[in-house]
């Protein structure tokens, strides 16, 4: 079973940016997609971005359209996320995961798997 390693997070003031990293432990092979997600203090996990393993598309929460990129090491077994102009309501935990469901589009939470610990962000204002 493949496991996944947040790091790169760190308490920032606003305006900066910071780039998240998520080694697997082995290549992803026959899952469609990883994303990154988000679970701010109190609040429910939210989507935040997702790179399709088939066709290398990404999609965007409109919270970080323009700010945040996502991107992958195919050799290395990497998943990173570049954050950009970083905000306070950016704070959260932050998590990578693999999408589970083989035959559609998917930003759902729950339709994604093998969480990691998590990484934390702060974004002081």
């Known amino acids: 079973q493949v496991q996944l390693v947040e790091s790169g997070g760190g308490l920032v003031q606003a305006g900066n940016s910071l780039r998240l990293s998520c080694a697997a432990s082995?290549?992803?092979?026959?899952?469609?997609?990883m994303g990154w997600f988000r679970q701010a203090r109190g609040e429910a996990r939210e989507f935040v971005a997702r790179?399709?393993?088939?066709?290398?598309?990404?999609v965007y929460a409109d919270s970080v359209k323009g700010r945040f990129t996502i991107s992958r090491n195919i050799a290395k077994n990497m998943l990173y996320l570049q954050m950009n102009n970083l905000k306070p309501e950016d704070t959260a935990e932050y998590y990578c995961?693999?999408?589970?469901?083989?035959?559609?589009?998917?930003?759902?939470?729950?339709?994604?798997?093998?969480w990691g610990q998590g990484t934390q962000v702060t974004v002081s204002s």
């Open positions: 790179l399709s393993w088939i066709d290398n598309s990404t």
């Open positions: 995961a693999i999408q589970l469901v083989r035959d559609r589009f998917s930003i759902a939470t729950h339709e994604y798997g093998y």
């Open positions: 082995k290549r992803i092979l026959a899952r469609p997609a």
